[in-house]
């Protein structure tokens, strides 16, 4: 069993600090302070969001980017609560902006795919960016892209996404889950010029690419039984035809906030639905991410239920635990550092022994692939 769970964190070594070294990689985005020239049309599919779209809305007006070069759009996804009405009150208070409400047309088993979809045909501009109605966006947020698009050829712009500052344990065990999320999100980016692996994770909560792109691959065709994955498996579609011209904004002003959820329950339904989908990628190196990442974990709880029982050696258990301590230090510390995080690391102890429970217990629940998104259930 030890040598077992050696071998499989060996393995897990080498594979986070491979991918904390392609976050070093990453090259900062440069500002060349040149006249905007791309155009952009930003997506929001939205379902009772009454409680949110008033931040999201505010970001947007906000924006430091020529008005004719951007428009938004929001598409309603049979929301029962007044956050329609608040869309129109935004587009009656700032009449020199580019905004539509549209109604989004069901097509498919994925509610939230079928509104984009019918945005992007709705869509004016070259770029799509997409974006969730719990986000708030930066001040120069386009302006990012738009420096990062005017340097190099490029289909797709994959970009940061993090949690708001929010108190308590539970809210800092999110962050550090999620910031592990992008981390090697950045550090795939990083070494996909390295011949071994290559990006698979990114965000629909903050994500640009061009609209003829999106139609060249078909769009959502082929993973519209699925209700989420509107992000990863387009990734996959554009990165196969296109891997040269997909990239990573590594830019502190292109950083989306959304916020953690306020319950354990809201927290599992959500995570569910990202396991969920994982069995459906068509990228191998992806599928055998996900298996040692769970593996890892679950060596973790036997570990620690047979240490508890008395059949192995208290010292065995935390020499493994410490190894895989000081491996996902490494990764969440650098990830934390670029989103300004660091001090979320104060809660890391007490989240490295809970979070291998936690995931085991998620990974076990999405082989039900039941969950509820959206008061609808999947």
Same mark, same amino acid.
């Given at each position: 069993?030890?040598? *077992? *769970? &050696?071998?499989?964190?060996?393995? #897990? ?9 392609? /976050? ?7 500002? $060349?302070?040149? =006249?905007?020239?791309?155009?952009? !049309?930003?997506?929001? @599919? ?12 505010? !970001? ?17 996804? %049979? ?15 700032? @009449?020199?902006?580019? /905004? ?10 994925? @509610? ?13 501009? =070259? ?5 969730? *109605?719990?986000? +708030?966006?930066? +001040? ?5 892209? $738009?420096?990062? /698009? ?14 708001? $500052? ?33 990006? &698979? ?14 139609? =060249? ?12 994955? $509107? ?21 502190? =002003?292109?950083?989306? #906030? ?13 995570? +569910?639905?990202? *396991? %969920? ?5 068509? !990228? ?9 990442? &769970? ?53 890391? &102890?007490?989240? !490295? ?26």
């Amino acid at each position: 069993m030890i040598l *077992a *769970a &050696f071998f499989i964190y060996i393995l #897990y070594g080498f594979l986070v600090l491979y991918m904390t070294h392609g /976050i070093g990689r990453l090259k900062d985005l440069d500002f $060349d302070g040149s =006249e905007p020239e791309a155009s952009f !049309s930003i997506l929001v @599919p939205f379902r009772n969001e009454e409680l949110n779209l008033t931040g999201l809305l505010q !970001s947007i007006t906000s924006l430091n980017y020529p008005t004719e070069k951007f428009e938004l759009i929001l598409i309603n996804d %049979a929301s029962s609560d007044t956050s329609a009405s608040i869309v129109q009150q935004c587009i009656e208070q700032y @009449p020199n902006l580019k /905004i539509k409400l549209i109604d989004s047309v069901r097509q498919s088993g994925s @509610p939230k795919k079928d509104a984009l979809d019918h945005g992007i045909q709705q869509a004016s501009f =070259e770029w799509i960016v997409t974006t969730d *109605a719990d986000c +708030v966006v930066p +001040v120069s947020w386009l302006s990012a892209f $738009d420096n990062m /698009i005017r340097q190099q050829p490029l289909q797709m712009i994959v970009a940061p996404v993090s949690y708001r $500052d929010q108190k308590g344990f539970f809210h800092s065990f999110q962050m550090l889950d999620f910031i592990s999320l992008q981390g090697i999100t950045m550090g795939s980016f990083g070494m996909k010029d390295k011949n071994f692996g290559h990006p &698979f994770l990114c965000n629909g909560a903050n994500l640009c690419y061009k609209k003829d792109c999106f139609n =060249e691959v078909n769009g959502f065709v082929g993973n519209q039984h699925i209700a989420s994955g $509107d992000d990863v498996f387009l990734l996959e579609k554009i990165y196969q035809k296109f891997p040269d011209e997909v990239q990573f904004i590594k830019s502190k =002003e292109a950083i989306v #906030y959304t916020s953690s959820k306020d319950t354990f329950r809201g927290l599992v339904q959500q995570r +569910v639905r990202w *396991a %969920a989908k994982t069995n459906a990628y068509n !990228s191998i190196f992806a599928k055998l991410i996900g298996l040692l990442v &769970f593996m890892t974990s679950f060596m973790m709880v036997i570990l620690f239920i047979l240490g508890s029982i008395g059949q192995l050696p208290w010292l065995h258990v935390g020499f493994l635990f410490l190894l895989k301590f000081n491996i996902d230090f490494v990764l969440l510390f650098k990830t934390s550092q670029f989103f300004a995080q660091e001090k979320v690391m104060k809660s890391y &102890f007490v989240s !490295s022994l809970l979070h291998p429970f936690y995931t085991v217990f998620v990974v076990l629940l999405s082989f039900n692939k039941t969950y509820t998104w959206k008061d609808r259930s999947y």
